[in-house]
């Protein structure tokens, strides 16, 4: 493992052991094989590492959605399904929750910290556009509703999909209960009724 990846798992592992607000880079450098010495000549200050985090994990997550798009068949409800799933599903080197409590520790510091807030509505940002391009073809094919509005559409499972990871961190709800209560607003909102 590299010396970054290693800084990478070593301040998710610290974020979920102490929060935010009681992490320091020495909390890193217990979580990692690297002294605090060697944090700081990789990042000036702690402020940049958590910056170099939030990147990395949202870097992460987008190319998993990417990938699992472009693996998926050209249908374009089957290609959504495979975004979402990849979205609420760990790569099976992390702990889904784990890394949902690192991340939600950095979003509830977005208002303070103008350096997250840029990094976070990017990725949103993004992952609206994936999903946004998604319905469009679903509706130029016939696939999905001819009515829907494919932006405002995308908007709304993304906010699904936060709230989502806000319930599995804050009461312990499983990623099967998201998906199961986006796919029945999927079925009402997106998917073409059967003739």
């Known amino acids: 493992m590299s010396a970054p990846d290693d800084i990478m798992r070593a301040t998710w592992r610290a974020l979920c052991t102490t929060g935010y607000a009681d992490l320091t880079m020495q909390a890193i450098a217990d979580e990692s094989e690297k002294s605090k010495a060697s944090l700081h000549y990789h990042y000036d200050s702690k402020q940049d590492l958590l910056v ?5 994990v949202t870097d992460r997550f987008l190319t998993r959605l990417r990938e699992a798009e472009a693996d998926a068949p050209d249908d374009p ?7 979402l ?9 992390d702990d889904l929750e784990d890394m949902q409590t690192a991340l939600l520790e950095l979003k509830a510091q977005a208002p303070h910290q103008p350096a997250f807030r840029e ?11 994936l999903v ?3 319905l469009t073809d679903g509706v130029e094919s016939g696939a999905f509703r001819a009515d829907l509005d494919p932006e405002r559409t995308a908007q709304t499972i993304v906010t699904f999909f936060d709230g ?3 319930r599995q961190v804050a009461h312990g709800e499983a990623c099967a209960t998201s998906r199961s209560r986006l796919d029945v607003y999927l079925d009402r909102s997106v998917y ?4």
Do not use: C, M, N, Y
């Not at 409800?77 to 975004?83: D, G, K, Q, T």
């Open 132 to 134: 946004a391009d998604i």
């Open 164 to 166: 989502g990871q806000l």
């Open 119 to 129: 990094r976070l509505v990017t990725a949103d940002k993004e992952f609206r556009a």
């Open 52 to 56: 170099a985090f939030l990147d990395h």
């Open 192 to 195: 073409r009724e059967e003739q």
């Open 85 to 93: 799933d990849s979205a609420l599903s760990p790569p099976e080197t």
């Open 77 to 83: 409800e089957v290609r959504l399904s495979a975004v």
